[in-house]
């Protein structure tokens, strides 16, 4: 069974900094699109962070540029989230995606052929 497991969430003070892992269960994630989601309680899943299946192109929302960064390395099949200058309104639970458009996966991540993690909380502290 296909699995993305994430790791790595947890409580930091505001400006702190996390590192999310997304680890795949199978080969064929090295050449998909990978990327980051969350959301917050109350609130819709917003897009965080996407990178292409070669990790030449990477694509953030406004609310992460410049305070985060997406990798990935493909003989780990796992992509990461650096996270600096946490802030408050960081808090959610954050998903990582597959899938094999990058369009798609940044679009939303919607459809059969996308997959999800079971998502880890980060919870930023004022």
């Known amino acids: 069974q296909v699995q993305l497991v994430e790791s790595g969430g947890g409580l930091v003070q505001a400006g702190g900094s996390l590192r999310l892992s997304c680890a795949a269960s199978?080969?064929?994630?090295?050449?998909?699109?990978m990327g980051w989601f969350r959301q917050a309680p109350g609130k819709e899943r917003e897009f965080v962070a996407a990178?292409?299946?070669?990790?030449?192109?990477?694509n953030y929302a406004d609310s992460a540029k410049g305070r985060f960064t997406i990798s990935r390395d493909n003989a780990k099949i796992t992509v990461y989230l650096q996270m600096n200058s946490l802030k408050p309104e960081d808090t959610a639970v954050y998903f990582c995606?597959?899938?094999?458009?990058?369009?798609?996966?940044?679009?939303?991540?919607?459809?059969?052929?996308?997959?999800w993690g079971q998502g880890t909380q980060v919870t930023v502290s004022s």
């Open positions: 199978e080969r064929t994630f090295s050449r998909y699109a």
């Open positions: 990178v292409s299946w070669s990790g030449g192109i990477r």
């Open positions: 995606a597959a899938g094999p458009s990058f369009e798609g996966l940044r679009g939303g991540a919607n459809g059969h052929d996308y997959y």
